[in-house]
């Protein structure tokens, strides 16, 4: 079974610090990907990567960078964490091509105070 | 640009009716695939069956089907047999994995449709 895990699963940041999400999959994928989710809405992608040491921007990539230092790993990070960042933040893996599922971590819920 | 939107954002149903729940969507491209994830209380996100655009066949998984209206751009979620353990947050989710886009499967989801299925 394919296996993406998250850490941490929640956190507590305060506004202006630095905070750094972790991904890491098992599942041998070249992609991997990192979607927010807020309240009674559906997933945006945030950053993803097809290969190690590279990463791209999504759809909404302002005040996130993203980091891919190895196929299995890839970070988050919130610079300078703002309130309006709140939100449940869930990584995923797919495929080369992906005829298959995007496969997707637990999430982390982050509240920025 | 891609959309996809869910006009449902609640829907019911009783122990053992067939539930459907619609998706329509946007893109300018010829190959693509929809999606359908349910995603659970917790949070977690189940994935549940998907359609490729290129496939003129309803696709179907267990008691989870679609019916695709390609023509129309539209897409439904058939459950057969609806259970209590069925509820949660359903979410439809295009994917347009092009040569322009590297071949990857990156979602642009619906807002989704929370289901309640009465015991």
């Known amino acids: 079974e394919a296996a993406v895990t998250q850490s941490p699963r929640s956190k507590v940041a305060v506004t202006g610090g630095k905070v750094t999400l972790s991904c890491h999959q098992t599942n041998n994928h070249d992609y991997m990907y990192w979607y927010r989710q807020d309240t009674g809405h559906g997933l945006r992608l945030i950053h993803y990567s097809y290969v190690a040491d590279s990463t791209e921007k999504g759809d909404i990539p302002d005040g996130y960078k993203a980091s891919r230092p190895s196929q299995e790993n890839f970070s988050l990070i919130l610079e300078l964490a703002s309130l309006s960042q709140t939100a449940v933040y869930f990584c995923a893996s797919s495929e080369l091509g992906g005829d298959t599922e995007v496969f997707f971590g637990k999430g982390t819920r982050l509240t920025v105070v | 640009a891609q959309r996809v939107t869910q006009v449902q954002p609640t829907g019911s149903s009783q122990w053992g009716e067939e539930v459907t729940l619609d998706c329509s969507y946007e893109t300018s491209e010829y190959f693509y695939r929809i999606f359908w994830y349910r995603q659970l209380f917790s949070g977690e996100m189940v994935f549940l069956i998907y359609q490729p655009s290129f496939d003129t066949q309803n696709q179907r998984s267990g008691r989870y089907s679609v019916v695709f209206q390609k023509s129309f751009k539209s897409i439904s979620l058939v459950i057969s047999a609806s259970q209590p353990e069925d509820s949660g947050t359903y979410f439809c989710?295009?994917?347009?994995?092009?040569?322009?886009?590297?071949?990857?499967?990156?979602?642009?989801f619906g807002q989704g449709t929370v289901l309640s299925v009465i015991p």
């Open positions: 989710a295009l994917s347009e994995p092009s040569m322009s886009t590297g071949g990857n499967n990156k979602l642009t």
